[in-house]
């Protein structure tokens, strides 16, 4: 029984008409999936291991074509009529999804939504799927569950909601659940919460687990047999322990290679302080308005100082909410505060928009997000040149187009490529885009708002490789602010937990990582370690 | 929720006496004024006239008058059709365009959105193409071809319907009006429908519906339409207020008695009343529909919320 193959993938081609053409996403690739066991596909963004399983579901967007075999229980669910497929799909096989925020129904309750499979598939009446919904709360550990079947999935916080979608999953009892990035979109420790949660119900309930992940922690913490994925391809497939041992595929060896290596050298100890805020408060105000009374007051960023100097990094660390990114934008004055912050001698407590103005070439931002940061009816020239139409419009046309051709140089990027859209770039290319546009102007502050978070381990390395470098080329001070404590780690000198809006711990890097002395800190830490402990083990 | 509405209703107000105050003095900016007609009166009746609307006095006093009638809800006597009063006319018309406005709301909403919702589920097949010329008809051929071509074929060639009138309100007389009131609503409404679907097809949860294997009725009518609904919300409380106060080229190609053409009419007129008064109908009807429209979105959508 044990070994028996429930699901198997047999030679299983994905494609889409696109505008462009078609485009092959899987390319005949052979999977199994055995009782009980937990399969990991592992696969960097576009190696076709999600949309592997998405054909097994039949759950491809609608340019999309399967042809091949997914058998489960000698059923090919691909040529199953709907009506049959339905029978297997949400009972025997079910699916858990990487965006817990807009995965759930956002106008049903969460009662309703999680009693409509069970009444569905086991014919249960209103009552008993009630019942039996309370109970799948309970199981997934969602405190106080009576009233959470009355809730809508907006007044969950994301793990909650990522808990609700594990119930739904397992609410008729499944012999598959497929978990296509289930902690991706998640906190650092809510990811834990979740990924323990899932182990203690397959020990429980003893269904099989396919985990389609990027992240080999995960796997190596979680997977019995491993699948890697490259280009819609199976390059390397074996036992978890054998693979991470002896990986033969370079693409696999490349994988396991690519956590950020490397430590930031520290800046001279005489270096002089370049932006410093004091007792820094950031004050959002919600609701409120004619006849709705006074708003409600939120304190994202509560009292707190830092202080950067020439050449140094700092690390800002927390989870979502915490307020960190507000911290950076009010440094930058982007944002409103109250407190002191000084950069140079100028005094940016007080500065409005117009004072500002010629600071900013010297304060830049980098933002996560390289899809949405760049102005997609721009080229890539006229996007890293923009900046010095403001800050240096005496320059030519040439002179302009010649620093833009040095700054693309600088992020490795061909310059010849300055005439080209965003559109036609990787999110690693952007990112290096997005970078050349900050650093073009010559600045002496940037602030980094999650740079790498959008990006794949691999591309990660490289943007921290070329940020350090960047930095010490042209002695650049960082904000570094993410949630990622690997790539943290990577870069900073110095640390700053937080949460809440306050800081919880702050010192230098080694310091923090080798020592926190905060409980929070050490969850954080202890959420992440695993991976970092496993990987220099390799 | 009640605190909302009531305070949605106090800013009413304002808005109201910036509405009344602008149309006020702007009808009184066109030159001419409600006794200046072709056929000329004699001018000792014109002067006479006027003394007797109050049209001399100076036009702030004017104004602060018609404030105080309005505010104890008397429109004024109309001044083109002196037998009535503003308020007369509005108590016969405006029944008889809220019956066909209504009606066709109806119509093009039930009609509108099961074709935008038909054109959704065939994205870029047959049924798709199919809904998309329809609307693209009812959004381009002009009311005024429609109408004339109901009349010619339903009415002349093939005696189904009456020509036109009001016949007493008997069913067979509104199907014309009511088609050609609707038919660029359907084509609208079908448009946005097929729009918001697609978009509520592509959405996650939709995504997870299906993987939990629920039906196809489950998928498309309890999750993807009930957030693809919120659109249409929007967009048919301005068309309910435009369509219950009449519309003057049905009304008048159709024979209605309704209150449609009395915009137009008063206004070239200079039936300054009758003006003020349609000014203030629409005004009140945008206003209502709107408020309806907000918590109507609060029942769709539970996020929503307003206190």
């Known amino acids: ?538 | 929720m009640f605190l909302y509405v009531f305070r949605r209703l106090l800013t009413a107000i304002p808005t109201m006496f910036v509405i009344v105050t602008l149309a006020f003095f702007l009808i009184r900016v066109a030159p001419g004024g409600p006794f200046n007609q072709e056929r000329g009166l004699s001018p000792e009746i014109k002067a006479n006239l006027e003394a007797q609307f109050g049209l001399n006095d100076p036009l702030w006093l004017q104004y602060v008058n018609y404030l105080k009638n309005l505010l104890h809800g008397n429109f004024g006597p109309s001044y083109n059709l002196p037998d009535f009063t503003v308020t007369e006319l509005f108590a016969k018309g405006l029944p008889i365009s809220i019956q066909l406005g209504a009606s066709a709301l109806a119509l093009a909403l039930i009609v509108g959105t099961v074709l935008g919702i038909v054109a959704a589920l065939n994205q870029n097949k047959l049924g798709d193409y199919s809904v998309i010329a329809l609307a693209t008809a009812g959004s381009t051929i002009p009311t005024f071809v429609v109408a004339p071509v109901i009349q010619l074929l339903f009415g002349l060639t093939w005696m189904l319907l009456p020509i036109g009138g009001w016949g007493d309100g008997a069913l067979i007389n509104k199907i014309g009006p009511i088609i050609t009131l609707s038919l660029p609503q359907i084509a609208i409404v079908a448009r946005l429908m097929r729009g918001s679907m697609i978009e509520s097809l592509r959405s996650n949860h939709i995504r997870t519906a299906r993987a939990l294997g629920l039906s196809d009725w489950s998928v498309v009518v309890k999750h993807a339409l009930r957030g693809a609904v919120l659109p249409i919300v929007s967009y048919a409380g301005p068309a309910a207020a435009a369509l219950l106060t009449g519309s003057i080229i049905v009304e008048t190609i159709f024979a209605i008695p309704g209150i449609g053409r009395y915009f137009v009419d008063a206004a070239l007129n200079r039936d300054y009343t009758l003006v003020m008064g349609t000014v203030v109908l629409i005004a009140l009807f945008t206003i209502a529909f709107n408020l309806i429209v907000d918590v109507l979105y609060a029942f769709f959508d539970p996020r929503v919320r307003y206190d």
């Open chain 1, 1 to 538: 029984m044990a070994n028996e193959s429930i699901l198997s993938v047999k030679d299983l081609r994905v494609r889409f008409r696109t505008l462009d053409g078609v485009v092959d996403a899987v390319k005949g690739i052979n999977l199994n999936v055995r009782a009980g066991e937990t399969v990991a596909v592992v696969g960097e963004s576009g190696s076709g291991k999600s949309q592997t399983m998405m054909a097994a579901m039949n759950l491809l967007a609608s340019n999309g074509e399967a042809t091949g075999a997914v058998e489960y229980r000698g059923k090919n669910l691909l040529t199953l009529s709907k009506q049959e497929l339905n029978k297997v799909r949400g009972r025997k096989i079910t699916m858990i999804f990487q965006e817990p925020m807009t995965s759930l129904d956002p106008l049903y309750t969460i009662g309703n939504q999680l009693m409509e499979p069970i009444m569905r598939h086991r014919g249960l009446g209103a009552a008993q799927a009630r019942a039996e919904a309370l109970r799948l709360l309970e199981l997934v550990k969602i405190p106080d569950p009576e009233r959470r079947l009355k809730s809508y999935p907006h007044e969950m916080s994301g793990g909650q909601r990522q808990r609700v979608m594990i119930a739904m999953a397992l609410a008729n009892d499944p012999d598959i659940l497929i978990a296509d990035e289930p902690t991706t979109a998640l906190d650092v420790t809510i990811q834990a919460q979740i990924l323990a949660l899932l182990a203690e119900l397959q020990r429980k309930l003893g269904m099989a687990i396919v985990f389609i992940t990027h992240d080999l922690g995960i796997v190596r913490r979680f997977a019995d047999r491993v699948y890697v994925m490259r280009s819609g391809e199976v390059v390397e497939e074996g036992q978890a322990d054998e693979l991470f041992a002896n990986p033969q595929h370079p693409y696999t060896k490349m994988l396991l290679a690519a956590e950020p290596t490397g430590r930031k050298a520290p800046p001279p100890g005489n270096a002089p302080i370049l932006l410093e805020g004091r007792n820094v408060e950031v004050e959002f105000k919600i609701g409120g308005g004619f006849l709705a009374g006074p708003p409600m007051l939120l304190k994202a960023v509560d009292r707190i100082s830092v202080t950067l100097k020439r050449g140094q990094t700092i690390g800002i660390v927390g989870e979502s909410g915490s307020g960190k990114s507000t911290l950076g934008r009010a440094l930058l004055r982007l944002l409103p505060s109250e407190g002191s912050i000084r950069f140079g001698s100028h005094d940016l407590s007080k500065a409005d928009r117009s004072d500002m103005r010629p600071l900013r070439r010297e304060l830049q931002l980098v933002f996560q997000d390289p899809f949405g940061s760049l102005s997609p009816r721009m080229t890539v020239g006229q996007i890293i040149t923009e900046g010095l139409l403001v800050h240096e419009p005496s320059l030519s046309g040439k002179e302009r187009d010649a620093r833009a051709v040095e700054a693309l140089r600088e992020v490795g990027l061909d310059p010849a490529m300055r005439n080209r859209y965003p559109h036609e770039f990787s999110g690693g290319q952007r990112q290096r885009i997005a970078i050349a546009r900050a650093m073009i102007l010559k600045p002496k502050v940037v602030v980094l708002d999650e740079p790498t978070s959008a990006l794949d381990r691999s591309v990660q390395k490289q943007i921290v490789e070329l940020l350090r470098n960047l930095q010490a080329d042209h002695d650049l001070s960082y904000l570094f602010i993410s949630h990622d404590l690997a790539v943290v780690r990577a870069m900073s000198d110095y640390i700053i937990v937080m949460k809440q809006g306050k800081i919880v711990e702050e010192g230098p890097t080694e310091e923090i990582f080798g020592d926190p002395r905060e409980p929070y800190t050490k969850t954080l830490m202890a959420a992440a370690i695993d991976e970092t402990k496993f990987r220099q083990s390799v």
